[in-house]
């Protein structure tokens, strides 16, 4: 089933006049994803992301932050400290409210993306850690 993201997808590449194979191309996937990902059936995998967003030449923490907001909604919420905005928003309303939402300077966020982004950090260093140093077999 399209979502916010999924109807973005579709509708940018279409206002750009680009095929799937094209997009398809600059991301480095089969025009099979592309199709999927329009449908709402697959989520483009976050590293390859960001080129999709340089594909449909949009801003790429714009972007992300739609993504985030469609698949993620209560983390999403959580981040920027309000709900997500409902109903039937156009490719470019939603544009302008991500990017609008993005450059927001709310200190609650801020220091929600920094405990975040510590708790990331800790977590890959006990990780790293944990793989440096294995326990002894008994």
Not at 35 to 53: H, K, N, Q, V
Not at 99 to 127: C, F, K, N, P
């Amino acid at each position: 089933m399209p979502d916010g993201f999924s109807d973005f997808v579709r509708q940018r590449r279409q206002e750009l006049g680009q095929t799937q194979r094209q997009v398809a191309q600059a991301c480095c996937v089969t025009p099979e994803m592309i199709t999927l990902i329009e449908a709402g059936r697959r989520r483009p995998d976050p590293a390859w992301t960001p080129r999709l967003a340089d594909a449909l030449e949009t801003d790429r923490a714009a972007f992300c932050r739609l993504a985030l907001a469609t698949w993620h909604p209560l983390f999403y919420s959580e981040l920027v400290g309000e709900a997500i905005p409902t109903g039937d928003l156009s490719a470019e309303d939603t544009q302008n409210r991500v990017t609008v939402e993005l450059h927001r300077e709310d200190a609650a966020w801020v220091r929600s993306l920094q405990r975040l982004d510590l708790a990331t950090r800790h977590h890959l260093r006990q990780i790293a850690e944990q793989l440096a140093n294995p326990p002894s077999p008994r």
